[in-house]
């Protein structure tokens, strides 16, 4: 069965720094696409970032470029999400997702951890 | 960037009548499209990839169909369980992968 379960999320003031973690079983994860999608309070979800197996392809929504970084460590089967320069627009539930089934589409998802940007 | 635009909004169904979504793409995304189902206070579930394939353990009761830039989910027998929002997902032009803004299924 596949698990994702993220960490990290809190509160943090604009201009702050956080970084998620995504930790990862049940598959294996050195082979597949993985990906943070968040969802803002009462809206819609919103992509994020993607970043390919061995990290060779990593993308960004413009709405996080050059702010946020992803990166993964495939011996700890784990995914990351360094957020920097946060704003009160990056309020939200982020999710950890990963592309096992229909790559690049995203299957699975973790149960999500809030950030919240305010002062 | 494609555009996702889902419709309607809100959709008010009987309980084991028919429900169909629509979701439509701003250009061709073939058959890369994907169904998601949130319920509140929940992550999304994968119910559809390929346009038409259900995900490992959705009831037959969901059904996607479509390609190109029409697509629709359908839900043959409303059932209480399947109160939520319902968000459609392409995959052929990416990044960014897009979604559609949701369909809220309520109970009549």
């Known amino acids: 069965e596949v698990q994702l379960g993220e960490s990290g999320g809190g ?57 946020f970084t992803i ?9 990351y999400l360094q957020m920097n320069s946060l704003r009160a627009e990056d309020t939200a539930v982020y999710y950890c997702a990963s592309s096992v089934i229909a790559a690049p589409s995203i299957d699975y998802w973790g149960q999500g951890t809030l950030v919240t940007v305010s002062s | 960037e494609i555009v996702m635009t889902q419709s309607p909004a809100t959709l008010s169904v009987s309980p084991g009548e028919r429900a169909t979504l629509s979701c439509r793409a701003s250009q061709t995304v073939n ?22 394939t259900r995900a490992t353990g959705i009831p037959a009761r969901f059904s996607g169909s479509g390609s190109g830039t029409e697509f629709t989910l359908t839900i043959s027998s ?26 809220k299924v309520e109970i009549k």
């Open chain 1, 11 to 67: 509160l943090v003031k604009p201009g702050g720094s956080l970084r998620l973690s995504c930790t990862a079983s049940g598959f294996t994860f050195s082979n597949h696409n993985m990906n943070w999608v968040r969802q803002a309070p009462g809206k819609g979800l919103e992509w994020v970032s993607s970043i390919s197996s061995s990290s060779t392809y990593i993308f960004y929504a413009d709405s996080v470029k050059g702010r």
């Open chain 1, 71 to 79: 990166s993964r460590d495939n011996a700890k089967n784990s995914l």
């Open chain 2, 31 to 52: 058959s890369n499209l994907a169904w998601f189902q949130q319920k509140p206070g929940l992550a999304p579930r994968l119910l559809i990839y390929g346009a038409s």
């Open chain 2, 78 to 103: 409303l059932q209480s369980e399947d109160v939520a929002v319902y968000y459609c997902q392409q995959y052929n032009y990416w990044p960014p992968l897009t979604f559609g803004g949701g369909t």
